[in-house]
Antibody, heavy 119, light 111 residues
Framework: EVQLVESGGGLVKPGGSLRLSCAAS????????MNWVRQAPGKGLEWVSS????????YYADSVKGRFTISRDNAKNSLYLQMNSLRAEDTAVYYC????????????WGQGTLVTVSS | QSALTQPASVSGSPGQSITISCTGT?????????VSWYQQHPGKAPKLMIY???NRPSGVSNRFSGSKSGNTASLTISGLQAEDEADYYC???????????FGTGTKVTVL
């Protein structure tokens, strides 16, 4: 069974930093592209970032480019999101999500971790 | 990259069929067959219902079907049931500088 477990969320002041982690199990982590998707309270889904299986290809939403960094450690079956210069509008539940092998499709999602940016 | 456009809400009675539209551009929905649909119940993670426009993952009811015409994709739920009441989001691969784009979301209400 595929499991994606996010951690690292919490309350942070504007301008602060936070690092999210996602522990993956139940599949060969090193073979799949991974994503971070967020959802502000009461709002829709917003794709944040994607990373290919070997970290060769990385993409960011314009709203986080230059502030967030996605990375992975295939030896530890883990995905990360380093978030710097946080703003109030970054407040959201952040989901870790696995891509399909056959093409750009998000297959499974973790349960999410809440990040609150507030003074 | 702007979000894909979905109706804010759609409703129907049990047993009826409803259709949710998802309108994008030739750079996303119209250009690729990588349109997905997700169901999200309150407080829960999204669940994949349709992928690559019209394919259903194992375990998803055949009451859910997808299609695409030009820059607009559609999700149809037939034989509407109370458990189908949820938020639905479309998503597409995009050739813009980003990678994925999501729809604005549609709240489905079963009357």
């Amino acid at each position: 069974e595929v499991q994606l477990v996010e951690s690292g969320g919490g309350l942070v002041k504007p301008g602060g930093s936070l690092r999210l982690s996602c522990a993956a199990s139940g599949f060969t982590f090193s073979s799949y592209s991974m994503n971070w998707v967020r959802q502000a309270p009461g709002k829709g889904l917003e794709w944040v970032s994607s990373i290919s299986s070997s970290s060769s290809y990385i993409y960011y939403a314009d709203s986080v480019k230059g502030r967030f960094t996605i990375s992975r450690d295939n030896a530890k079956n883990s995905l990360y999101l380093q978030m710097n210069s946080l703003r109030a509008e970054d407040t959201a539940v952040y989901y870790c999500a696995r891509d399909s092998h056959s093409g750009p499709t998000i297959l499974e999602w973790g349960q999410g971790t809440l990040v609150t940016v507030s003074s | 990259q702007s979000a894909l456009t979905q109706p804010a809400s759609v409703s129907g009675s049990p047993g009826q069929s409803i259709t949710i539209s998802c309108t994008g551009t030739s750079s996303d929905v119209g250009g690729y067959n990588y349109v997905s649909w997700y169901q999200q119940h309150p407080g829960k993670a999204p669940k994949l219902m349709i992928y690559e426009v019209s394919n259903r993952p194992s375990g998803v009811s055949n009451r859910f079907s997808g299609s695409k015409s030009g820059n607009t994709a559609s999700l149809t739920i037939s034989g509407l049931q109370a458990e189908d009441e949820a938020d639905y989001y479309c998503s597409s691969y995009t050739s813009s500088s980003t990678f994925y784009v999501f729809g604005t979301g549609t709240k489905v209400t079963v009357l």
